[in-house]
T-cell receptor, first 110, second 114 residues
C-alpha cells in the first residue's frame, strides 16, 4: 500500500463547478499537509499548506485535513479554466521529505 | 526574489551514459531536495542536502548521487543510464529543510534516455 493514495483521474468539470479532490494516507506520523498545483511542463507550485487537522481557506480554495480518518481534501469553488492542471497532495512527517500522491489532472471546460 | 532554477531544461542521452543535472536554490535557502517524476510512479523523493551534507535519502539505486556546494547550489548525477531513468527531475529548495518547511520547486529537467 502506498503511503499516500490519491483519487485517480482525470476529472473534467464545467466552469463554475465545485471541485473536490481527495487523498488518504497511512502514516500517523505525517503532520504537515500540502496541495501542489502543476501546470504542463512546469514544476509543482504550492497551493495550500495545513498543519495537523482542520480547515484552511484561501480565496476559492479550501483545504481540509482529518487526521482521525487520515483524509486530505481540496475544494475549489467557482472553478475556472485557468484551474486546469494536475493537483498533487503531499505530506511530511519527522523530516522534510515530501511524500506525494500520484496526482489528478483536472480540466475545467469553458 | 528569483525562484529555483534548473539546468539544463531538456536532455537526451543514450543507455549507459551518465548525466549531471544542476539546481540553484532560492537565495538564502540552504536545503535542496531532488525528486523524480514519472507517469507511472508519480513524484518520488531522491535525496536532500543541507550544508553540503546528504541528510535524507530515498529508495533509489546507488547510480543516483548528488552533492551540494558551499553556495547551496546542488548537482545530481545518474551513472549508467537505463531506459527507465527517463523522467522529469525536480529540485526543491527550502530555508532549513526542517519538517514543515515550505519547499519551492524548480521547473525541472526532462531527461530522455534512448
Amino acid at each position: 500500500q502506498k503511503e499516500v493514495e490519491q483519487d485517480p483521474g482525470p476529472l473534467s468539470v464545467p466552469e463554475g463547478a465545485i471541485v473536490s479532490l481527495n487523498c488518504t494516507y497511512s502514516n500517523s506520523a505525517f503532520q504537515y499537509f500540502m496541495w501542489y498545483r502543476q501546470y504542463s511542463r512546469k514544476g509543482p507550485e504550492l497551493l495550500m499548506y495545513t498543519y495537523s487537522s482542520g480547515n484552511k481557506e484561501d480565496g476559492r480554495f479550501t483545504a481540509q485535513v482529518d487526521k482521525s480518518s487520515k483524509y486530505i481534501s481540496l475544494f475549489i469553488r467557482d472553478s475556472q479554466p485557468s484551474d486546469s492542471a494536475t493537483y498533487l497532495c503531499a505530506t511530511t512527517g519527522a523530516n522534510s521529505k515530501l511524500t506525494f500522491g500520484k496526482g489528478i489532472t483536472l480540466s475545467v471546460r469553458p | 526574489k528569483a525562484g529555483v532554477t534548473q539546468t539544463p531544461r531538456y536532455l537526451i542521452k543514450t543507455r549507459g551514459q551518465q548525466v549531471t543535472l544542476s539546481c540553484s536554490p532560492i537565495s538564502g535557502h540552504r536545503s535542496v531536495s531532488w525528486y523524480q517524476q514519472t507517469p507511472g510512479q508519480g513524484l518520488q523523493f531522491l535525496f536532500e542536502y543541507f550544508s553540503e551534507t546528504q541528510r535524507n535519502k530515498g529508495n533509489f539505486p546507488g547510480r543516483f548521487s548528488g552533492r551540494q556546494f558551499s553556495n547551496s547550489r546542488s548537482e545530481m548525477n545518474v551513472s549508467t543510464l537505463e531506459l527507465g531513468d527517463s523522467a522529469l527531475y525536480l529540485c526543491a529548495s527550502s530555508l532549513r529543510g526542517t519538517s514543515g518547511d515550505t519547499q519551492y520547486f524548480g521547473p525541472g529537467t526532462r531527461l530522455t534516455v534512448l
